[in-house]
């Protein structure tokens, strides 16, 4: 498989790269989450999209939040009951470090996109216009081709709700 991203994320060169296939899509949110230094954002439909419950993917992010208690994963779907039936390692995940891990459900408009973003650290950011369609782009440090990413998923957070938490209440 080759890579989306150059092995280094140190060079300051921007990148910007279409991707027309899932395993592209996977490598390159695996590469971003190694790199993450402060938080990763994702939005999507739902948590059935079986990479997020790999183990692969699942060993990354618990090895970056790990390594430093001021890391994030911030999540937003359109519809968490797959997460809230089979998503397992999510939460465990949130179980783990539930300071770091919040997982939300989008209402209002954010609700009615079809697409799949990903960010991390606002240097590096993943997207599928369609959440159901594989073609995508890639985009890694370039500031001013993210920020309007960040920007519509800072507004997306502000707009939603928790959905799923840590804890369980009850008898």
Not at 9 to 25: A, H, K, N, V
Not at 85 to 101: A, F, T
Not at 119 to 137: E, I, T
Request: aromatic share 8%; with cysteine.
């Amino acid at each position: 498989m080759r890579a989306i991203v150059p092995d280094s994320f140190i060079s300051t060169e921007p990148l910007r790269q279409l991707i027309d296939s899932r395993c592209q899509f996977e490598e390159a949110l695996l590469q971003f989450t190694a790199a993450v230094q402060q938080s990763i954002c994702l939005f999507d439909a739902d948590w059935q999209y079986p990479f997020y419950e790999s183990q692969q993917w699942h060993a990354a992010l618990e090895c970056r939040l790990r390594s430093d208690r001021k890391r994030q994963l911030r999540v937003v779907l359109r519809d968490v009951d797959a997460a809230s039936r089979r998503g397992e390692r999510l939460k465990h995940l949130q179980r783990q470090y539930s300071s770091q891990v919040q997982i939300h459900l989008a209402i209002d408009d954010a609700a009615r996109q079809q697409d799949t973003l990903f960010l991390a650290d606002q240097l590096y950011c993943a997207r599928r216009a369609v959440s159901a369609q594989p073609r995508g782009v890639v985009v890694a440090q370039d500031l001013s081709a993210i920020r309007p990413w960040q920007d519509r998923f800072e507004e997306i957070w502000a707009q939603s709700v928790v959905a799923i938490t840590a804890t369980v209440l009850g008898l």
